[in-house]
Nanobody
Framework: QVQFVESGGGLVQPGGSLRLSCAAS?????MGWFRQAPGKQRELVATISSGGITINLEFVKGRFTISRDNAKNTMYLQMNSLKPEDTAIYYC?????????WGQGTQVTVSL
């Protein structure tokens, strides 16, 4: 069973930064970061694979960067210039369907 463990979230002020980590139990080529705000649908934030990087969410372009360490089966999301609208639970999974069971996610709260 493929498992994901997200970490690195927390409470930050607007303009602050966080780096999220996603530890996977196996190596998967194509991975993505998702987020889900209260009362809203889960949305794809960014993806990374051997084919490159895509920032899927226009709202975070220029502020978020996705990366990974393949040797560690770990993916990262560097979030800078955080805004209150970024408040959500952040998850990782394969992108574009065929999802494995979702982890618990990591809570990011951006608030004064």
């Amino acid at each position: 069973q493929v498992q994901f463990v997200e970490s690195g979230g927390g409470l930050v002020q607007p303009g602050g930064s966080l780096r999220l980590s996603c530890a996977a139990s196996v190596n998967i080529d194509a991975m993505g970061w998702f987020r889900q705000a209260p009362g809203k649908q889960r949305e794809l934030v960014a993806t990374i694979s051997s084919g490159g990087i895509t920032i899927n969410l226009e709202f975070v372009k220029g502020r978020f960067t996705i990366s990974r360490d393949n040797a560690k089966n770990t993916m990262y999301l560097q979030m800078n210039s955080l805004k209150p609208e970024d408040t959500a639970i952040y998850y990782c999974n394969v992108p574009y369907g065929g999802y494995y069971p979702w982890g618990q996610g990591t809570q990011v709260t951006v608030s004064l």
